[in-house]
């Protein structure tokens, strides 16, 4: 891994002693101060050698009668069962787990035996999950399972619908190192077969073993190489002490010769205890923590997450907390409400105008009506004016003629009275 | 991540177990350290002091090379920070250096703000760290850690004791930041005032509660020299780039007419002491403590701001999924309330609206009645008048007949009279 490069960084060279060469150390000393944690994970059938396995990896005995092992009987159901110890060498101090699971592939329906094995992992992740999620962060035990030891048969043909089943239930939960159990019931030639016949199950299946890491250094490069090209490893385990060629070795007596574990010739022991314990542990430890953690925390948290939320459309976003993954729908929803809102006023608008608009147009129909009215009104009355008019001039002109007719009436019986006086004179 | 010492774990059933021979996880410290190695490292400092106090010269000297100075002026009118980045390696330890300088510091006339800008500076870093920590799909061993690690804080020769502004500041930053506090251009004091300074300053630190960072005397490998080292404290240093010939060496240092000061010598200053420790012995201790003091702090300040807690109100712990979801439910149940409360705005408008105009179609109607009240009246006052028109025009034409009457009444008499008149007139 390398950091990512920020933009802007110059490269300076020193041109003295400053000191910080002295950083690798000061990390040793913290580390060796600290301690360390390892979780080692072994899976296979009853009788195929896990425990002397383990028991000839760390030069130990793992199970004793004071700490009895899982048991040798058969089990209705697979077990999960963890045992701790602290061992010391050179002043480091190794806290191993190893987790064992009596019971898989033992029974005669073997189908789900690999649920607790995966359920234990699952937990062990949740466990860590909770406790780097805490608010008060203080101890965090790592228990999560670093590596698993998956023992295939000696069969000599090829992997089992279990065996295939299993890798490929557990690929992307843990470093999976695929182990020949009981090596030295095979030849060379067999094993060589055997060993070829499985890579390519392997492939065909997509499985995804345990890969070492590809470094710059041309020499690790070829010897990882070359263990590359022995994979699975072929291995024999023993608990007793043989006396061979005047040296005391770890074997297994055969009337016809001693399995020697660790004879590189013999089998892969060797390397196995090299990469497992003196050059990988580490990087075992790295990639379940940035890999196979990170995988279980992503999906958990995704989940959490979108629950509820279209996950089509989300896809491609999980670069954001599940709070900031919030803030953001938050401010969508802010948007579809402005939006929302935004079309309901302008109905409402809309509605409002057109309703204005009738109640005008009923006000100038209206309006019009009574001017139309009050027009009639005032033509009737200036007609009625007129004929009033009219009325009152023939009137006016009747009793005008009326009065000199009167006058005349008068003025006549005047004068005939005046005559009619004369006469009688 | 932080993991416990394994120390503590014994008493959870765990047993120790005797191995019969050389198994080889003692080269677990080794693989460790490779894949540092492999990664590169990463510092950052944050020099904090007045302008010209020699923080720039004092970087340059530490790390021997020339970084990128910029010459700042008096009159910045506030504090601001400057951060370059470089990449440094010595035999096989790659470093990503990280200097963060203030800019201005102390030129202002008013300096209440002035802590400030730097508190902001280390927060943000601590931020974007947990923003990362945080994702979903997070890549934090890839990341580029830029929280400081180690603030130096420049402290004026004046011989006498601390600043207001520097407790003030100091203050601040203690619980976010490793502060390491050195006398800057130690070259002006003598040795006996020196002593007396340092003394004044670590008594008015611990008066005021400001906690400097303290090497670790925890780890017995280191223990003694960081003992010792904390009773030096602050550092009083001299920092140049220049050199002088001294006997046969070309040796950093300052040249007065009086004498040649030199950076490396141990009883002329403090520099190498603080190389040793800030740099040899203690600076994977310094990331460490930022990383599980100061960060937690912010992280677990940050969450609980944000209503994280680690048990539920009946004291029962809380599992993250949980403490997410109910976050959720909340929100979720909050965005359907800002909905309703909208729609439930809208409703009231549009009733109210419609009030408003029954209200003024009401009004419309009334008025337009009050005319039409108006109109029948006018039309009934028209109607009255052509009723008395009309009956005038009856009662004249009544009138005049009668009077017509009455003439040819009249004239028929008078004709008569007249005629008998006339007969009258001609009998006689």
Not at chain 1, 372 to 388: G, S
Not at chain 1, 404 to 418: A, F, G, H, N, Y
Not at chain 2, 32 to 55: A, D, M, P, R
Not at chain 2, 87 to 99: A, G, I, K, P
Request: net charge neutral.
């Amino acid at each position: 891994y390398r950091p990512s490069r920020r933009s802007s960084s110059q490269q300076k060279n020193l041109e003295g002693y400053v000191g910080f060469a002295n950083l690798p150390n000061q990390v040793y000393r913290k580390s060796v101060k600290r301690g360390f944690e390892f979780t080692l994970m072994v899976v296979g059938e009853s009788g195929l050698g896990k425990s002397t396995l383990i028991n000839s990896l760390f030069l130990t005995d793992l199970y004793s009668p004071e700490y009895p092992g899982p048991s040798h009987r058969i089990k209705k159901t697979v077990q999960v069962e963890q045992s701790k110890v602290l061992v010391k060498e050179g002043g480091v101090q190794l806290l191993l787990t190893i987790v064992d699971t009596p019971g898989f592939g033992d029974a005669v329906d073997n189908s789900n035996c690999w649920q607790p094995v995966i359920d234990y992992i699952d937990n062990k992740f949740e466990d860590y999950l909770n406790a780097e999620s805490r608010v008060n962060r203080r101890q965090m035990p790592d228990n999560r399972v670093q590596c698993c030891l998956y023992f295939i048969a000696p069969s000599g043909h090829g992997l089992k619908p279990l065996d295939i089943e299993f890798m490929k239930r557990l690929h992307e939960k843990v470093n999976i190192i695929p182990l020949i159990a009981k090596a030295d019931t095979m030849t060379p030639e067999e094993c060589q077969q055997f060993k070829r016949q499985i890579m390519r199950e392997i492939q065909e299946h997509k499985i995804k073993i345990y890969e070492f890491p590809e470094t710059d250094d041309e020499e690790e490069m070829k010897f990882i190489r070359k263990i590359k090209d022995r994979l699975p490893l072929a291995v024999v385990g023993s608990n007793t002490i043989i006396e061979v060629n005047g040296k005391r070795v770890r074997g297994r007596q055969y009337p016809w010769g001693v399995a020697e574990v660790e004879n590189s010739e013999h089998c892969d022991f060797t390397i196995l205890r090299n990469m497992l314990i003196r050059t990988h542990m580490q990087d075992l430890k790295d990639v379940t923590n940035n890999v196979h953690y990170e995988n279980y925390r992503s999906r958990k948290l995704a989940a959490v997450t979108y629950n509820g939320v279209d996950n089509n459309k989300n896809k491609g976003q999980l670069t954001k907390s599940p709070l900031a993954q919030m803030e953001e729908e938050r401010r969508d929803h802010v948007t579809k409400m402005k939006k929302m809102e935004q079309e309901m006023e302008q109905v409402f608008e809309m509605k409002v105008k057109e309703k204005l608009l009738k109640l005008r147009d009923s006000e100038a129909e209206l309006q019009r009506r009574h001017e139309q009215m009050k027009k009639n009104l005032e033509a009737q009355h200036r007609e009625l004016e007129e004929k009033r008019r009219q009325h009152e001039d023939e009137r006016a002109n009747w009793e005008a003629q009326q009065r000199i007719v009167e006058q005349q009436k008068l003025d006549l019986s005047r004068t005939l009275e005046k005559n009619k006086k004369k006469k009688i004179f | 991540m932080a993991s416990s010492d394994v120390a503590r774990q014994l008493d959870k059933n765990i047993r120790p177990l005797n191995l019969a021979g050389h198994v080889g996880f003692d080269s677990l410290p080794d693989q460790l350290v490779n894949k540092s190695i492999c990664q590169g490292f990463c510092f950052n400092i944050l020099c904090i002091g007045e302008t010209g106090i020699g923080k720039s010269t004092l970087m340059d000297t530490l790390f021997n090379t020339n970084f990128e100075n910029f010459e700042s002026s008096h009159f910045e009118p506030q504090v601001k920070l400057r951060a370059q980045t470089y990449d440094l390696q010595e035999s096989n330890v790659r470093l990503r250096l990280t200097v963060v300088n203030t800019v201005g510091f102390g030129d202002q006339m008013n300096k209440q703000e002035s802590y400030q800008p730097v508190v902001d500076y280390i927060d943000r870093q601590f931020e974007s760290y947990l923003q990362e920590e945080l994702k979903i799909k997070r890549s934090l061993h890839n990341y580029h850690d830029s929280r400081v690690h180690a603030c130096l804080y420049f402290i004026s020769p004046s011989g006498h004791s601390l600043k207001s502004l520097d407790l003030v500041t100091m203050k601040k930053l203690d619980s976010k930041v490793n502060i390491i506090p050195v006398i800057a251009k130690a070259d002006t004091i003598s040795k006996s005032e020196l002593h007396k300074f340092k003394i004044k300053i670590m008594s008015e630190l611990v008066s005021n509660g400001v906690q400097i960072y303290q090497f670790p005397i925890d780890d017995e490998t280191v223990a003694k020299v960081n003992t010792s080292m904390n009773g030096h404290l602050p550092f009083a240093v001299v920092g140049s780039t220049e050199e002088v010939m001294l006997g046969t060496k070309m040796v950093k240092a300052r040249q007065y007419p009086w004498g040649i000061v030199q950076v490396e010598n141990e009883s002329h200053c403090d520099f190498m002491k603080l190389r040793e420790m800030l740099i040899c012995v203690n600076m994977e201790d310094l990331r460490e403590q930022t990383h599980t003091r100061h960060y937690e702090l912010y992280r677990r300040c940050k969450l609980e701001e944000m209503g994280f807690k680690d048990t539920d109100p009946e004291c029962k712990p809380v599992s993250l999924q949980e403490t997410y979801e109910a976050k959720r439910q909340e929100f979720l149940l909050e965005l359907q309330r800002r909905e309703d409360e909208m729609r439930q705005m809208f409703v009231q408008r549009v009733k109210e609206k419609e009030a408003e105009l029954k209200e003024a179609e009401r009004e419309l109607q009334s008025r337009f009645e009050q005319l039409k009240r108006l109109h029948a009246d006018e039309k009934a006052t028209l109607e009255d008048k052509k009723k008395a028109l009309e009956d005038d025009q009856v009662s004249f034409s009544k009138r005049r007949a009668a009077a017509q009457l009455l003439q040819g009444q009249s004239l028929t008499a008078n004709g008569k009279k007249d005629k008998d008149r006339k007969n009258d007139d001609m009998t006689n």
